[in-house]
């Protein structure tokens, strides 16, 4: 059996046609657990209340917008770790920069393939299951701790959003290796992101004012992307 089969995920949507395609494709290829929320409010109390393993969120929704939504559930402590996926009739590069920043792990524009939504939420889950087998790690006055989804800098906890998480955490596996833009991209936003590299380049400098001065363990390589500092 696939091992993100029988995940609960929450659909957060208001448009009955696409709810009952997702749910339909869900349940029968994924095997997926589905509940649903028709507008934003309802959307966060379910999450909050189910604690469901995955959130596909609309960004336009009655009553609260999806990115108000994202962002409430990203910077509570007993929903951050939850994946997120964005889904939206609008194309604007805005709205999907704007929803990566509120901590939104993927984003679908309509109309989608089914089949693509649910690769991308078993990309991004079995990450999930790959880093909480692994053990912590530290680089000078940072720590990550992967099982429990917890950074720290000099032993005072960080919050980070769960895709700048996997950032910091990709880099420090690879210290003083330089990753490319494409290939941070790829790894840390899934396979095939529809995200422009000048995401990840947002997302290194939110990282590094969240750690403070020992953001500075961040190096730009100018041309190439990135890279930990050895020392």
Request: proline share 4%; charged share 35%; aromatic share 4%.
């Amino acid at each position: 059996m696939d091992a993100v089969s029988s995940k609960r995920i929450l659909i957060v949507e208001d448009e009955k046609d696409v709810v009952d395609l997702l749910t339909l494709n869900l349940r029968k290829a994924g095997g997926f657990v589905v509940s649903t929320a028709t507008d934003g409010a309802a959307g966060l109390a379910k999450a909050r209340e189910e604690k469901p393993d995955f959130i596909i969120l609309d960004l336009m929704l009655p009553k609260m917008p999806g990115l108000e939504v994202c962002k409430i559930l990203k910077t509570d402590p007993a929903t951050r770790h939850i994946p997120i996926l964005m889904l939206t009739a609008r194309a604007e590069e805005v709205d999907r920069i704007v929803g990566l920043e509120f901590g939104a792990d993927d984003y679908v524009t309509k109309p989608f393939s089914p089949r693509e939504v649910i690769l991308r939420i078993k990309a991004i889950l079995r990450r999930g299951s790959a880093e909480e087998s692994d053990d912590r790690l530290s680089a000078g006055p940072i720590s990550i701790d992967p099982a429990r989804h917890r950074v720290s800098v000099n032993g005072k906890p960080v919050e980070l959003t769960s895709l700048e998480f996997k950032l910091l955490r990709t880099l420090m596996q690879r210290r003083g290796r330089v990753q490319e833009r494409d290939r941070l991209l790829n790894e840390v936003w899934g396979y095939e992101s529809v995200i422009d590299t000048r995401t990840v380049d947002t997302h290194v400098r939110r990282l590094r004012e969240k750690l403070g001065k020992a953001g500075d363990i961040v190096e730009t390589v100018r041309g190439f992307g990135y890279r930990l500092r050895e020392k």
